[in-house]
C-alpha cells in the first residue's frame, strides 16, 4: 500500500473525494514482465458497485494522464476495501477501533514483523494495538501494511 502523504495518494484522494467516495488506499503494484498496476480501493457509505468504480476510473484515469506520476504503462484498477480492508490513514485506525487487525511492520519491533490484535485507536502518529492481551504501540511511519481480519 502507498503510504498515506505520497503523490499516488494525494492525486488519488483529489478525485476521489470531488466524486462523494472515500479513498481506502492506493496500491502500486510490480509484477513479472514489467506488467504494471495501480489499484485504487474506494468506499461509500452504502456500498461500492461497478457503477462506482467505472464512474472513478472514467475521472481518475484522466487526472493521471495530465499527472502523469508513473512512468511507462499500467493497469489501472478500482475495487472496494473487501471485508480485509485496507488501514492505511490514521482517521481509518481509530474509525476501527475494536476491531481486528493484522499489521505487518517495515522493520522488527521486539523481535516480531507481524502482529494480529485488537485495533485500539491511532493518536494520528501512533497506532495502538493489544495484541494477546498486551498493548503495542506502533509508530505509524513503522507500518508497511495493516488490514482489518474479517470475522466470520
Not at 31 to 46: F, K, P, S
Not at 49 to 61: K, R, T
Not at 73 to 95: K, N, T
Not at 109 to 117: D, F, K, Q
Amino acid at each position: 500500500m502507498e503510504p498515506a502523504e505520497s503523490r499516488l495518494n494525494r492525486i488519488a484522494h483529489g478525485v476521489v473525494a470531488s466524486l462523494g467516495y472515500e479513498l481506502v488506499g492506493v496500491e502500486h503494484l510490480q509484477r513479472g514482465g514489467g506488467q504494471v498496476t495501480l489499484r485504487v480501493y474506494i468506499d461509500h457509505e452504502r456500498g461500492i458497485g461497478l457503477d462506482d468504480c467505472a464512474a472513478v476510473s472514467e475521472q481518475l484515469s484522466a487526472v493521471l494522464d495530465v499527472e502523469d506520476p508513473l512512468q511507462g504503462q499500467y493497469d489501472l484498477e478500482i475495487s472496494s476495501p473487501g471485508l480485509d480492508r485496507p488501514l492505511v490513514f490514521p482517521a481509518h485506525f481509530e474509525r476501527f477501533a475494536g476491531s481486528r487487525a493484522k499489521v505487518r511492520l517495515s522493520e522488527k519491533i521486539a523481535g516480531r514483523r507481524t502482529l494480529e490484535g485488537v485495533l485500539i485507536g491511532c493518536d494520528g502518529t501512533v497506532v495502538n494495538l493489544e495484541v494477546d492481551g498486551h498493548p503495542w504501540a506502533i509508530p505509524l511511519d513503522r507500518i508497511e501494511n495493516a488490514r482489518l481480519v474479517p470475522v466470520y
